[in-house]
């Protein structure tokens, strides 16, 4: 059984760091991009940023550009989020979820997700 | 950016009945579109993916249809647990999410 499960969110100041972990289990971690996702209180659903199975590549929403890095340890099957230079918009749940590639294509849909883990910004 | 623009944000229905949602694209993008299901405190659900592809274990009265910009999620003979939220998504370029549509007992 896919499970994704989050860890690390806490109120923090801002201006403050944080980092988030996803533990994953029931799959070949090694094999799957992975990503985060957030949702703001009362809100949709917001992308954040992604990683190559490898590492080699990674990508970010304009709104975290230069403050958040994502990375993962596949020794480990564990997925991370640097936040640096946190910020009250910053408040969300944050998932961690499994990109999956529709056949043959370079597209990707999100087949499991993590419970999440609330990150609150605030002084 | 693609943005993805839901209708209606809140539907009102009962149960047995059939309802659809709309899902807009600012752009085209082919049949990438996802749907998702959240019920409060819990994490999104994936439905539907290439607009109408049903995802395993998903009940059959779930259905999607829909190319281009125009997309739809009907729900035929909505259940007591199909009272939720539900969102669309792209993933032609990157991801973005509609804001979603709350289906709520009448």
């Known amino acids: 059984e896919v499970q994704l499960l989050e860890s690390g969110g806490a109120l923090v100041q801002p201006g403050g760091s944080l980092r988030l972990s996803c533990a994953a289990s029931?799959?070949?971690?090694?094999?799957?991009?992975m990503l985060w996702v957030r949702q703001a209180p009362g809100r949709g659903l917001e992308w954040v940023s992604s990683?190559?199975?490898?590492?080699?590549?990674?990508y970010y929403a304009d709104s975290v550009k230069g403050r958040f890095t994502i990375s993962r340890d596949n020794s480990k099957n564990t997925l991370y989020l640097q936040m640096n230079s946190l910020r009250a918009e910053d408040t969300a749940i944050y998932y961690c979820?499994?990109?999956?590639?529709?056949?043959?294509?370079?597209?990707?849909?999100?087949?499991?997700w993590g419970q999440g883990t609330l990150v609150a910004v605030s002084s | 950016d693609i943005q993805m623009t839901q209708s209606p944000s809140t539907l009102s229905a009962s149960v047995g009945d059939s309802v659809i949602i709309t899902c807009r694209a600012s752009?085209?993008?082919?049949?990438?579109l996802a749907w998702y299901q959240q019920k409060p405190g819990k994490a999104p659900k994936l439905l539907i993916h290439?607009?109408?592809t049903l995802e395993s274990g998903v009940p059959s009265r779930f259905s999607g249809s829909g190319s281009g910009t125009e997309f739809t999620l009907t729900i035929s003979s909505l259940q007591p647990d199909d009272f939720a939220t539900y969102y669309c998504?792209?993933?032609?370029?990157?991801?973005?999410f509609g804001q979603g549509t709350k289906v709520e007992i009448k």
């Open positions: 979820a499994r990109p999956v590639p529709e056949t043959g294509t370079g597209k990707y849909y999100f087949d499991y």
């Open positions: 029931g799959f070949t971690f090694t094999n799957y991009a």
């Open positions: 990683i190559v199975a490898t590492s080699l590549n990674t």
């Open positions: 752009q085209s993008i082919s049949s990438w």
């Open positions: 290439k607009a109408s």
């Open positions: 998504q792209q993933y032609d370029r990157y991801w973005t």
